[in-house]
């Protein structure tokens, strides 16, 4: 399973310069007042997961994180982005004028468990592409360092990695955006115009699912393929087909439930290849007496509920979930916890409840899983402080866990710490 070990930030926004976070493998717990920059550490965290600072495209930035697929490969990352004056060139290569004059690089280094093996990738606007020791990759400056997926597009240029699971990881992590606060995830899954999916199929067997596809879980995925008719129009899975329909339909009390699928584009890229696009999703749940429901009948918290689990059912690797606990009763609470298994989870917290539900077992935990977030002025201006707690803290906090009088919400509110 793919991880998240650190993120160093030397540029970003208004977090202090070398601000360093070191993250467990299990739940990470992002703690703060409302605007210390908990959501913003979330999307950067998403950005760096799934390999996409399209966004920070016309922004100075300067981040470094390490990725680990255990006993497999870790995958340490630096990326920025300047401002820069002028045109850019080198003697080999014709100066190029840079659009708004930004200026990505990026260095990666891959060093797989066997001892010795090791990799570099590096890219910045000048020399473009450099793999290793070899000359540079003409055009390389095409495959920036910023767009969606660039860590497993230059993974691509080693064929080694093609079948490696640290590639297959970091390129599934794509779809591991965050969980919003809210109900955007749920509007965008079921929109009719943005949540469009585009997926690949080749002889009547999904093969992919592209970087832009958005969230497409693998058990639909495998359906598809078996269900796959060259002019069929949509399709429909039973929750005896897709697990985290048949979950929540138990959660929730309902006897039936399914999804339907809309083909809304096609298109033909010879006799055994099609690219299909997939929209208009539509959940519907039954109950015994054959009366149903869609999802736009069901209550707020059971449009979020049912947009997480659709979330892991997407996600196997890593969680990023924003105030997960709104909207829910306390038994749905557990029952997201629970539902994170084995996956790396970011989450953030106003509620004491979700708190309350996380499993404690060491200082070290402690140390690792809670990252604390304040609100600071620097140079006069508002600014953040992110850090993890402090070994002292940590320590102290698990003294008074372990006596088991005091809620976790409540230690961590006496101590100051939330």
């Known amino acids: 399973m793919l991880k998240l070990r650190r993120l160093r930030i030397e540029k970003f926004r208004g977090v202090a310069p070398g601000t360093e976070l070191r993250f467990s493998d299990g739940l990470n717990v992002l703690l703060g007042q409302n605007g210390t920059g908990k959501t913003t550490l979330l999307e950067l965290i998403s950005m760096v997961v799934r390999s996409d600072f399209s966004s920070l495209a016309r922004e100075e930035f300067a981040v470094e994180y390490e990725l680990a697929v255990p006993e497999e490969a870790t995958v340490t990352v630096a990326v920025s982005n300047k401002e820069k004056t002028g045109f850019v060139g080198t003697k080999d290569r014709p100066r190029i004028d840079l659009p708004e004059r930004w200026f990505p690089v990026a260095d990666v280094t891959i060093e797989d468990s066997s001892p010795g093996a090791s990799r570099r990738i590096r890219y910045d606007v000048e020399r473009g592409l450099t793999v290793g020791d ?135 890229r010879g006799e ?60 749905w609470i557990a029952a997201c916890v629970e539902a994170l298994g084995q996956r790396q989870a970011f989450l953030t917290s106003q509620n004491p409840l979700l708190l309350d539900y996380i499993p404690i077992t060491s200082p070290e935990q402690v140390h690792d899983s809670f990252v604390l977030c304040r609100g600071e002025r620097r140079d006069g201006r508002p600014a953040w402080g992110w850090a993890n707690m402090s070994e002292e803290d940590a320590a102290e906090f698990f003294a008074a866990y372990e006596v088991g009088v005091e809620h976790v919400s409540e230690i961590l509110q006496s101590r100051g710490l939330w």
Request: aromatic letters at 14%; hydrophobic letters at 40%; one cysteine or more.
């Open 272 to 331: 055994l290849h099609e690219y299909l696009t997939l929209g208009d999703l539509v959940f519907r749940f039954w109950w015994e007496g054959g009366e149903f429901i869609t999802h736009t009948r069901l209550s707020y918290g059971q449009k979020r509920l049912l947009t997480f689990f659709y979330y892991l059912a997407c996600n196997d690797d890593i969680v990023i979930a924003d105030e997960l606990v709104n909207g829910l009763h306390h038994h």
């Open 134 to 268: 070899h000359e540079p990759i003409e055009g390389g400056w095409e495959i920036s360092c910023l767009n969606a997926g660039f860590l497993w597009a230059y993974m691509l240029l080693d064929p080694e990695f093609i079948v490696t699971p640290t590639y297959n990881r970091v390129r599934d992590a794509s779809s591991a955006r965050r969980f919003d606060e809210s109900l955007e995830l749920f509007t965008w899954l079921t929109g009719s115009s943005d949540a469009r999916r585009r997926v690949f199929v080749l002889r009547e067997r999904v093969l992919y699912a592209g970087i832009k596809s958005g969230l497409l879980p693998n058990a639909l995925l495998r359906q598809l393929g078996s269900m796959y008719e060259p002019s069929r129009s949509d399709y429909t899975f039973k929750h005896s087909d897709l697990d985290f329909l048949a979950t929540i339909k138990g959660i929730m009390g309902f006897d039936a439930a399914e999804l339907k699928v809309d083909v809304t584009e096609r298109n033909a």
